[in-house]
């Protein structure tokens, strides 16, 4: 009973964080102009703009269904502290530093998921349950 109600618990903290990543790729596409305006005035090459927007949406989808949820969690977290360095650093006022710490609350959440994987309600599970690949599935309980 215990397991599947963590396995819920996971599930549910995968689709909330993977909201965020989704939510800001498509808003990138709706203000494409805006977005590469805003990432060339900090000296980032919009350019780059349809890998991030790539990242966000694919990587969102990925940690939502929990495939291959390590490594997509991985890819996030320092996506996402690379652009806390490049966009929100050093703070401008106060409201900054609270968006720069949540920004790193959600980091800490995907080091979570790269490193105890997608649970049992993934994709990940059903894929890798029976190939008995290492790093793929939940870590066995202690």
Do not use: W
């Not at 990940?124 to 690949?133: E, I, N, T, Y």
Request: net charge positive; glycine share 12%; hydrophobic share 55%.
């Amino acid at each position: 009973m215990q397991s599947n109600f963590n396995d819920v618990l996971t599930a549910l903290g995968r689709v909330l964080l993977a909201i965020i990543f989704i939510y800001a790729g498509a808003s990138k596409i709706g203000s494409y102009a805006q977005t590469a305006g805003f990432m060339a005035s900090h000296g980032i090459s919009g350019v780059l703009l349809p890998a991030v927007i790539a990242l966000e949406l694919v990587g969102g989808f990925a940690l939502a269904f929990g495939l291959l949820t390590r490594l997509v969690a991985a890819a996030l977290a320092l996506y996402s502290l690379a652009a806390i360095a490049i966009f929100l650093l050093p703070p401008a006022n106060h409201m900054g530093v609270i968006l720069a710490l949540a920004e790193l609350a959600f980091v800490g959440g995907l080091c979570d998921f790269a490193a105890r994987g997608g649970g049992g309600l993934s994709v990940d599970r059903l894929l890798f349950k029976a190939s008995g690949q290492p790093g793929l599935t939940r870590p066995a309980q202690s």
